[in-house]
């Protein structure tokens, strides 16, 4: 994600999708009655409306602004609809529309009030970009090694084994493995990558994996793909392994926010539940919450958003910490105690 300009007094922010982890922060983020900006393309009528053989449909693309209704999320977009407040002349108001918030969309997002932790879930897919992140697709003849780079990759290395060339960078079939290896080592001493996706056709990343260090495996992950060639790269870029390994220190340090509240139910310093935290925080006894995206979720469903929003609201307006969990494995423990839980200033 990156902040194209942010104005704190108008409570918005102009944004750039950057890759796939950006859309599923935005749908932790952009809520109903958010106000949301940008060029989209929209059909138009033209003529005499009151002939319809003198009126054409025409698709044209225009700045609009519309009031978000919800959002539905897919692999590789997120589709923000709601109803048009703002646009051109010819464009009616009230009319629905949606956006299709993909990788290199601009747009602008206005709130009635930025919540912390919201701003914070903005900075962390900010600094995501900056992981090192080094890709390997492979098969026994043929690696690339490729280094992300936001939406795209720069290839850093092609190696090729015991095929019919005969060039410099040509090993043997039985070497090849050494070879990645050797490649690999000169990349680590140089620069440390973050993670490594290691990815290959058939069952040669498990071959590559019995002759792996440990200490690359410690920050690897593996992949299938179709083949050993520079599209490999793009497939490896569409996968959920490389969302998992964006995800990974988020996990971590949700996991132990859960854990933190696991231990303050232990010591009875806590509350868990709507109804319960909903009243701690009215009392300003609640020094942090923690909310699972699946609440959220279910609460834009069934109307009972604005309760839990409120919620979310008012801990922060006592100094308060919210914290939204999306990741998987903590938000089924968070689940399993009513989906909310905060952790007390006291005991009562």
Request: proline share 2%; hydrophobic share 35%.
């Amino acid at each position: 994600m990156k902040i194209i300009k942010r104005d704190p007094k108008q409570e918005e922010m102009r944004l750039k999708v950057e890759n796939s982890d950006d859309i599923w922060v935005l749908s932790q983020i952009i809520e109903p009655e958010d106000l949301i900006s940008g060029s989209t393309e929209r059909k138009i009528k033209i003529g005499d409306a009151g002939t319809d053989r003198n009126v054409k449909i025409v698709k044209k693309w225009v700045t609009l602004t519309i009031k978000t209704e919800k959002t539905e999320i897919d692999e590789n977009y997120l589709r923000v609809l709601g109803v048009i407040t703002d646009g051109p002349d010819d464009i009616a108001r009230g009319e629905h529309h949606s956006f299709k918030l993909e990788p290199e969309t601009v747009f602008k997002i206005k709130k009635t009030k930025w919540l912390n932790y919201q701003i914070e879930k903005i900075n962390e897919a900010t600094k995501s970009n900056n992981k090192k992140i080094l890709i390997i697709v492979f098969d026994r003849e043929e690696a690339y090694f490729a280094k992300l780079k936001g939406q795209g990759y720069q290839i850093m290395t092609e190696l090729k084994g015991d095929v019919a060339k005969k060039e410099s960078q040509h090993v043997s079939k039985e070497n090849f493995y050494k070879e990645i290896i050797k490649t690999l080592d000169e990349y680590e001493k140089k620069d440390p990558f973050d993670h490594i996706i290691l990815a290959s056709p058939g069952f040669w990343k498990e071959e590559l994996q019995k002759v792996l260090p440990e200490e690359y495996k410690k920050k690897s992950v593996f992949a299938t793909v179709s083949g050993a060639n520079e599209r490999a790269i793009i497939e490896t870029i569409k996968r959920p392994e490389l969302k998992k390994v964006l995800e990974a220190s988020r996990a971590g340090n949700e996991i132990k926010i859960i854990d933190k509240i696991l231990q303050a139910i232990s010591k009875e310093i806590a509350c868990y539940g709507i109804k319960e935290t909903k009243e701690q925080i009215r009392n300003g006894a609640v020094e942090e919450i923690a909310v699972s995206y699946n609440l959220l979720q279910k609460s834009r469903d069934d109307g009972s958003f604005k309760e839990i929003e409120n919620i979310m609201k008012q801990c922060e307006a006592n100094s308060g910490k919210v914290h939204v969990i999306s990741t998987e494995d903590a938000k089924k423990v968070l689940d399993s105690i009513a989906g909310i839980a905060g952790i007390l200033r006291w005991k009562n």
